[in-house]
């Protein structure tokens, strides 16, 4: 059998991104959230948050640790495996992945090292400095990641000269028509999937009854959190909705689900659409919603899949059920959260075990709809890969053959098992330990010592040898 | 500004790049695969106390060429990448281990022995796939019409596998000097003693591919004959090495040698590029052909260049300084 190189490196990527993605989903809310302890500690001078603070830097250090190795594989995917997408395109992507090395890897990357090992050569206000720029890097790496993204979403601010792409307004580029909404959506994203995280952390703790004054700042920190944080974001998702009707009708119809033009148009809530057959099966619809949801006006009309041409649609299935999981899990963190609020407000918020489990359970919920949005929207994206101009197809090495891309797709599986496989055993170990109110003594070389993250820092007893 | 000169700027901010990049990155991977042999835990965690806050900072050079590459000279970053797929994979493959490894090794005790060997191969293998890069490169690429139009295999050759060998030597050389710099009692006089048989290493291997360049490349050797006054790059390094060679590791001045070290690689770096200018690729891709539109390189310019890239140099040298002075080590690294 031929294997096909596309085909393979399109797994490729999706796979390595994907992976990749997970850890700043967390470490871009974590990161901002370490700032905010630190300073309230700084101010208050209570202890407590001294705690969650040597606690969740070693969660961050983890997550970050693994967050950079995956990311600094994505930086050379475009080289090699999309050759001429680079070559294309690079003109405009290329900047835009400068301007994030330049200005945000450096930050995290440098900083990092001060916050994990700098807490007594320091003072402490360029501490807080320090945390404050490893999260304004993680942000600005957000910013232009989704500029990127974002124009080859919805390509404007260009020329087509000699068959080369060349930039011609900057402004347009960045702040191109989806890029706000887009990268708003992305970040609050990342800020629902932290607070979910450290909610569920703390309800983990209180139904083990164990590290309760802690426990309970993070339950309420974080159910707060994302109380606040998911009514904008499902508006942003609305909005998000809105774009890609306007620009993107091939992902739009993919995503609504309905085959014809329908006026008024039904939502489709499931079915199993048919490709081959272009048709849903097992649909469950209700009439007029679709027109609602799609323009605020129960009656409009809605374009069906089927206006596309065959050869410019999306596969449908994963943006179709990719968008559903999302909205799914964000009505979900939305019950949790406001129903934890009430539930606090009322005060029997540490009495209700099964809230608490559910709290607790919730916690992939963040990364999982992250990582279904990706797929709605790089998915919805095919087949080009900048939307109009490249297809996919034409973008690939072409000197690559089908059996390089597998192999080194096999060995990133590989690979990948074991550094995560380990990576996530040793978070899983720090969240069960929890936070730790005295620095943990040092027992000789062969015993539990000190974690990489958090127990080197405060720990003026320990004896220096010089 | 001319096109001309913005070309040059990114050229040179990369040229830049790539020598901070051989220098920093290189002396923790250096440290990396000195822990090899590394007797007992009491030294390797010294070593690693020496490189543990700033070497991801060093790699995130390799992430700014990169980009830097992407944005300023799309065609290089292409074909490069391209030409040295299975490499490159190798090469992240190393990255990876090596970079969880430093988390990891802390994490977990009993595997601690796993992700020190994966600290050590790690360092290894991506030392020697950017040695044989840069022998490749040196041997030349196949392009057609602007594109690599290879095997992706060249990089097994005779030559490439020399550098990637002789890179391992010179990163480790460049690890030892930063030992003696940071560390003291045991490790300092190992380190110091290793200065010498490596820098002859270094020296062999610096020759062989010198005169081997001249004579496998006519084009090369015309350009030393038309401007002989660059024999001043090569010589500055070999009076460098001279001086590091009458010294050893016995120095009053602890930052002797790596600065030493570090001009030696400067040499070295500036002979290679001054051989090869204007080409980009070796005889194939010249700076011109490879540039980005005018608009990329004016926007990386005025944000990256004018502003980022000086903060960037501003900050990189404050947290060198925090970290200042001979490590301490007891209980927790860092210490
Ligand atoms: C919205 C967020 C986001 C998205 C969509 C991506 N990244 Fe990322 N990336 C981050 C947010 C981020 C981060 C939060 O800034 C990380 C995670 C942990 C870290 O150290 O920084 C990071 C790390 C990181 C690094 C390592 C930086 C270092 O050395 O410190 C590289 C090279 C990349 N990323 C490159 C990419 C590429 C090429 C992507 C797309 C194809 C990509 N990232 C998607
Ligand atoms: C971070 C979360 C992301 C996820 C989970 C994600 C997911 C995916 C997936 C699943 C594919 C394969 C699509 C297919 O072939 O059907 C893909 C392709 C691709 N995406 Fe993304 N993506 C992400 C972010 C990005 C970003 C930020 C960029 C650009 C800067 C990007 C650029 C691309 C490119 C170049 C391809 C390869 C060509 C293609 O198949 O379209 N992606 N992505
Ligand atoms: C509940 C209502 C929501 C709606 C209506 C919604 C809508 C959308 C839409 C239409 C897209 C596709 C955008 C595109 O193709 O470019 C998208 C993408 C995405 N969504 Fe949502 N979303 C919702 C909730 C959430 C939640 C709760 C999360 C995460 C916690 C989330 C995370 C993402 C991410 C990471 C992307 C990909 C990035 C992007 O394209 O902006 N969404 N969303």
Redesign the pocket.
Known sequence: MELDPVLL??IQ??FL??F??IF?AFTIGLAAWLTVIEATRQVTGREIYRRLFDFWIRIFALSFGMGVVSGIVMAFQ?GTN?SV?SEQTGSI?GPLLGYEAFTAFFLEASFFGVVLFGRDRVPAWFFLFACAMVALGTTASSFW??A??SW?QVPVGHAIVDGHIVPVNWREIIWGPVFKIRWLHMLLAAYLTTATCVAAAGAWYLLRRVHVPEARLMLRWGLGLAAVVIMPQMWLGHLNGEYIGEHQPSKFTAVEGRWETEAPARLVLFAWPDAAAEKNHFEIAIPKLGSFVDSLDFESSQPGIKTIPRDERP?IL?PFFGFRIMVGLGVLIWAIAWGGVVLILTGVVERSRLFLWATFLNFPSGFVA??AG??V???G??PW?VFGILK?AD?HTPTLTGGQVLGSLIGFAVVYLIVYGFGFAYLYRVFRVGPQSAPTPVPGATGARPLAGAGRLDDPSQPMED | MDLATLQHFWAGIIAFAILVYVILDGFDLGVGMLFAFAPNERWREQMHASISPVWDGNETWLVLIGASLFGAFPMVYAIFLSAFYIPVTLLLFALIFRGVSFEFRHQDPAHRGLWDWGLIVGSAVATFVQGAAIGTMVEGLVVVDGRYAGTGWEWVGLFPILCGFGLMVGYMLLGACWLVLKCRGAVYIWAGDLIRPLLLGVLVFLGIAFVYALWSRFAVMARWVDLPWMAVLPATGAICAMLLYARGGQVRRDWAPFALVAIIFLAAFATLAASFWPYMLPFSVTVAEAAAPRSSLAFMFWGCGLVAFPAVLIYTAVVYWIFRGKVKTGAGYGH
Do not use: D, K, Y
């Open positions: 490196s399109r990527f999706g991104i994907t990749h993605i700043p475009f999309w997408l992507q990641i989704m990127n993204n080859m596969p994963i992250i990582i990706w797929f929207a790089e998915v994206r095919q890969v996919t973008a």
